[in-house]
Nanobody
């Protein structure tokens, strides 16, 4: 089973940027889709963005125009570039492997430990 390890989180001021990385222990080149989720305290985990094998992308309305998901299959890594960060982006961010059909993402039931993103002045 492919293990996922997220990194790149931290404390950033509002308006700042961070780039998250998700390193897979095995090949993701045959994986249909990859995604980033986040979970804020007291809230359910939500889908932030996903990217298909053909690099089509889809984003939650709350992050459109600010976040960019990308994948480097040669490095077995998925990235999330986050710009213009807001306090409401504060959460633990998780990556996930899954499938995508008709722009709907279906996660596999395997998660990494996540990486904390805190946006605060």
């Amino acid at each position: 089973q492919v293990q996922l390890v997220e990194s790149g989180g931290g404390l950033v001021q509002p308006g700042g940027s961070l780039r998250l990385s998700c390193a897979a222990s095995g090949s993701i080149s045959g994986t249909d889709a990859m995604a980033w989720y986040r979970q804020a305290p007291g809230k359910q985990r939500e889908l932030v963005a996903h990217i298909t094998l053909s690099s089509s992308t889809d984003y939650a309305d709350s992050v459109k125009g600010r976040f960019t998901i990308s994948r480097d299959d040669a490095r077995n890594t998925v990235y999330l570039q986050m710009n213009s960060l807001k306090p409401e982006d504060t959460a633990v961010y998780y990556c996930n492997r899954g499938t995508s059909w008709n722009r709907t993402y279906y996660p596999y039931p395997s998660w990494g430990q996540g990486t904390q993103v805190t946006v605060s002045s």
